[in-house]
């Protein structure tokens, strides 16, 4: 928790029998100093997935849906394009119809549709947009609320008592207090400032449940028993293998892990697993049910900073797994900092901007890689690869510092070892773009008028934040590139067959006022632009 930065953590652990435990940690509430109690509701995410596959394999038990149909058979007002093929029930279950990862069914724009990426069943794309689909499939088949259908077909018969369907005010009053980044229009470094979220109302099928540890026991234990509870099934021993087979490669979850329908089917240390992450505007959860071992273990803590306790569920599984088979107990998971760089010395040095007079100087410090600027030196932690941000929120906090390396790498001495990374030649804060030395590449890169126009920032109605300008002749939606794909829309980030969109609107006096990201509005707001420290 110290190393994540959360206020406070609730677990539940279990075997295939009983829970073996319930457990709850720090603060729920940090300005009250309020402890957390294993009573209190944590909201899941995305977790909720699992719950609504569960519901569509019931229906389809009972005869009433057919996995291989088209959905627009069963609901043809849906607002979607399927340029590529039709899409099924088993496409969206599994993240493959092609549909961009949109939050909402209906847009603003009564007229406007999502636009399909790919062939069903091509890739994996994560899909919010796909579930909530589902629910209203439920709500088609069920002939009750997608909630309603949840509380009768799951959670009464698993003895969720206490388990809230979808997050309202009243349910936010049993819950612990939820905590977010406290400048959200900064990159957020993992031990930056929280503030407290107020409490709100969300009932999509992609991740409406908030629920107590001994709930989510419950859940977890009828997911190690392939679908049995204590006076029957919830679910066929079929409905369950469909459930948990590995149709499509996932590596979001893991490099080994593959998704089924509602849940990642991955293995660890042999074992079948599945597995499953849910992060919310103020919490973030994970689950991990050990299919072979017969235990299983959920975690939630009550802030949103990019984290999953995944690290915990994995470790938990493997300490029970131990336990159970009387063997030595593994050693505890390894939380790496990340201010640690261990390859900080590939991106120190100095960085010219190209056609300014501004610089960047980078050195390292030990394990970190630090910015000097003047007197002041910036410790940076790694978010991604080449790229890093900030920890000192206000100084070079608007964007990431993003590397860029030589093409191609070297080879090594000898061939048993591997690949000599190539070198690091550039690294781009927003439009701006900065050389070392050692880049021998193009350095004249023109600014297209047209883009112009969609430079800015853009704020949507719930906060959130989007940076776009230009840089090296590409148009950039902070840190993805944007593919032109007309005069005015564009596709977001490097996959080819991304059906993910990001639409410049409503051009007056030479500025785009409007921008839709994934069926997302944000609004253009004009503030003055950030201060800098130069050296």
């Not at 906090?397 to 690949?419: I, M, T």
């Amino acid at each position: 928790m110290r190393a994540m930065n959360a206020p406070g953590m609730t677990q539940a652990l279990t075997d295939s029998k009983a829970t073996i435990r319930t457990a709850a940690y720090g603060y729920a509430n940090v300005e009250l100093k309020t402890p957390v109690t294993v009573d209190q509701l944590f909201q899941i995410g995305s977790i909720t997935k699992s719950f609504v596959a569960i519901i569509l394999l019931q229906l389809r038990d009972e005869g009433k849906l057919d996995l291989n149909r088209p959905v627009l058979e069963y609901l043809p007002w849906l607002p979607i394009s399927m340029p590529y093929g039709p899409i099924t029930p088993h496409h969206l279950l599994t993240h493959t119809s092609g549909l961009p990862d949109a939050a909402e069914i209906f847009q603003a724009d009564p007229e406007a549709r999502h636009v399909q990426g790919f062939i069903p069943g091509e890739h994996f794309h994560y899909c919010n947009l796909g579930f909530n689909i589902l629910g209203e499939l439920v709500q088609k088949l069920d002939g009750r609320l997608w909630y309603q259908a949840l509380q009768a077909r799951l959670l009464t018969p698993l003895g969720m008592t206490a388990t809230a369907p979808v997050i309202t005010i009243e349910s936010s009053a049993r819950s612990a207090t939820g905590y977010q980044p406290y400048f959200d229009d900064q990159q957020y470094p993992r031990q930056g400032r929280l503030v407290a979220r107020p409490p709100e109302v969300f009932d999509s099928p992609a991740g409406s449940i908030a629920a107590p540890a001994e709930d989510m026991a419950r859940h977890l234990r009828m997911l190690l028993n392939g679908g049995r509870i204590a006076n029957g099934r919830v679910i066929s021993a079929e409905g369950f293998a469909l459930m948990s087979t590995a149709y499509i490669k996932a590596p979001e979850f893991s490099p080994t892990a593959s998704y089924g329908y509602g849940i990642a089917v991955d293995t660890l240390d042999g074992h079948k697993i599945l597995r499953h992450t849910g992060g919310m505007n103020c919490f973030a959860s994970s689950i991990h049910v050990d299919m072979d071992g017969g235990v299983a273990a959920f975690a939630s803590i009550n802030a949103m900073q990019g984290y999953r306790p995944t690290a915990v569920t994995q470790y938990v599984v493997r300490l029970l797994r131990a336990e159970h088979e009387s063997k030595p107990l593994p050693a505890p998971e390894v939380i790496a900092d990340p201010a640690d760089v261990d390859n900080a010395s590939e991106y120190a040095g100095t960085y010219l901007a190209v056609g300014g007079s501004k610089q960047l100087v980078f050195k390292e410090d030990g394990k970190h890689l630090v910015l000097v600027q003047g007197d002041q030196q910036i410790v940076l932690q790694r978010s991604d690869g080449d790229s890093f941000v900030s920890t000192v929120q206000g100084q070079y906090a608007d964007y990431s510092l993003v590397f860029g390396r030589e093409q191609g790498s070297q080879k090594p001495a000898k061939p048993s070892q591997p690949p000599i990374p190539a070198l690091v030649v550039e690294v781009g804060y927003g439009p701006d773009w900065y050389i070392n030395s050692a880049y021998k590449g193009n350095r004249q890169f023109p600014s297209l008028p047209e883009w112009a126009r969609l430079e800015g920032r853009y704020r949507s109605d719930g906060g959130d934040d989007a940076q776009v300008f230009q840089r090296k002749g590409r148009l950039w939606l902070g840190d993805s590139q944007l593919t032109p794909l007309g005069a005015s829309i564009f596709r977001v980030g490097d996959d080819s067959w991304s059906p993910d969109t990001a639409e410049f609107l409503s051009i007056v006096d030479g500025k785009a006022r409007l921008l839709r990201v994934t069926g997302f509005d944000y609004r253009r707001v004009e503030v003055n632009p950030p201060v800098e420290l130069v050296s």
